[in-house]
């Protein structure tokens, strides 16, 4: 695609639901991204993806958040009994990544808007 | 342990006005890179510049340069003759490799409001 696409854009939870985040990245790029950005806030990291792997979890807040990534490609963050501190946009990311294009700049997406109620 | 430091939360200039972003690092690594992103109101992160920490030369891309100085690990970011465009946070970024991963770790942000 054109660029890094996000589903939902916006999303509505209840306090206690479980939700599903998605994110489609730049066609051919191997790494990919989680950010979370909560208001008026910079930007937390989350978790890395290298192809279907991911080296780094090192940012997931708890243990109601997970990632997956099948394929090389599309991504799925999901955050179980969300906690209305979960509130905040979702932002996804994808690079390429090879020797020829060591720390490439990142793609961003539009991002999901999470509001917990 | 990396760290970038935006120290400026907001900034207000009237239009016409030449202002500077800073960015102050940290990090272990001799080979890093470092990035400013404009994240206008729609909301979406865009590229402004990428910098590797061989490279010391400043730049200059029309209104906007850089100034790196790995002395005091610095990148601060100058925009000359603002605009009402200019107006969004900026966040600056350190890409390093640690442990073979590649974390991208990003400071707080500077909010810039140009005023017409």
């Known amino acids: 695609g054109a660029g890094v696409s996000q589903s939902p854009s916006n999303k509505v939870t209840e306090k206690g639901k479980d939700v599903e985040l998605r994110c489609d990245p730049i066609s051919g790029h191997t790494a990919l991204y989680w950010y979370r950005q909560s208001l008026g806030q910079g930007l937390e990291f989350l978790i890395y993806f290298q192809g279907n792997s991911a080296p780094d979890k090192s940012g997931l807040p708890s243990d109601r958040f997970s990632a997956e990534r099948t394929g090389g490609s599309v991504s799925t963050l999901t955050i179980q009994r969300t906690q209305q501190e979960d509130s905040a946009v979702y932002l996804c990311?994808?690079?390429?990544?090879?020797?020829?294009?060591?720390?490439?700049?990142?793609?961003f997406g539009n991002g999901t808007r999470l509001t917990v109620t | 342990a990396q760290k970038v430091t935006q120290a400026q939360t907001e900034i207000s200039v009237v239009e016409k006005e030449d202002v500077t972003l800073d960015c102050v690092y940290e990090t272990r690594d001799t080979t890093y890179y470092l990035f400013w992103y404009k994240q206008p109101p729609s909301g979406e992160l865009v590229f402004l510049i990428r910098r590797n920490s061989f490279d010391e030369q400043n730049e200059i891309s029309g209104r906007y340069s850089w100034n790196f100085q790995k002395s005091t690990s610095s990148f601060n970011f100058t925009i000359t003759a603002s605009q009402v465009v200019d107006s969004a946070v900026y966040f600056c970024?350190?890409?390093?490799?640690?442990?073979?991963?590649?974390?991208?770790?990003f400071g707080t942000g500077t909010r810039l409001k140009v005023l017409a």
């Open positions: 970024a350190l890409s390093e490799t640690t442990s073979g991963t590649y974390k991208y770790i």
């Open positions: 990311a994808s690079s390429p990544r090879g020797p020829s294009s060591y720390n490439s700049p990142l793609h």
